[in-house]
């Protein structure tokens, strides 16, 4: 399977500051990546889709101007999540979708993201 | 949209024993059923999954049922050890490169020594 990293591991930061978070796919080339959100004791929730070379496509209800998606090349996306408040504290986890006959998402290590 | 119900929300089982967690799926276009552990902290890891042309499928300790026309699944671990101890998402989707996961809540399985 698809190994995918993230960077930082976790961040502390003020409110109103910016947080950028990256998800790299180390050994597979992904022309789309997936950005969850994680709050405690619950489940996984898709926030956007990451597509290399376009714009990313958000759910409802996501903030396309406070999440900033960049999917800069087949192994890199970036989530910048701009003017940070409390409620934004959460386990922002990125996965990669794998092709070749099937569909199967590999998941990074997740970036705990804490703003006071 | 699909939506996907998972029970319980916890599960205590003795070491030894077997653990049984249970998802529904709305939408019958579905046809890929994954399951992640995720262990304190980290990312979610993909332990089993399957297609809906097959109705079982094992390796070693765990084993995952499809029921299509019922729409459930089920995901099952034997002799279950201390280490089995996490949260357990199934999901759903309809199979394609891209298409989207939809998850269910989660089960927290703790196994007692």
């Known amino acids: 399977g698809a190994v995918v990293s993230q960077h930082p591991s976790w961040v502390i930061c003020k409110s109103g500051t910016s947080v950028k978070i990256e998800c790299r796919s180390l050994d597979f080339q992904a022309t789309t990546m997936f950005w969850y959100r994680q709050f405690p004791k619950q489940s996984l929730m898709l926030m956007a889709t990451s597509n290399e070379g376009s714009k990313a496509t958000y759910e409802q209800g996501v903030e396309k101007d406070k999440f900033l998606i960049n999917h800069a090349s087949l192994t890199l996306s970036t989530l910048t999540v701009t003017s940070a408040h409390p409620e934004d504290s959460s386990f922002y986890i990125c996965?990669?979708?794998?092709?070749?006959?099937?569909?199967?998402?590999?998941f990074g290590p997740g970036t705990r993201l804490t703003v006071l | 949209g699909e939506n996907v119900e998972q029970h319980p929300s916890t599960l205590s089982v003795q070491e030894g024993d077997s653990a049984v967690i249970k998802c529904t799926y709305s939408?019958?276009?579905?046809?890929?059923f994954p399951w992640y552990k995720q262990e304190l902290g980290k990312g979610p890891q993909l332990i089993i999954d399957i297609r809906s042309n097959v109705g079982e499928k094992k390796d070693q300790r765990i084993a995952v049922t499809l029921n299509k026309t019922a729409k459930h699944f089920s995901l099952h671990i034997t002799e279950t050890q201390p280490e089995d101890s996490a949260v357990y998402f199934c999901a759903a989707s309809e199979g394609n490169a891209g298409n989207m996961l939809t998850f269910g809540g989660g089960t927290r399985l703790m196994v007692k020594p």
């Open positions: 939408d019958s276009a579905s046809n890929y």
């Open positions: 996965s990669v979708p794998t092709s070749g006959g099937g569909f199967v998402q590999f």
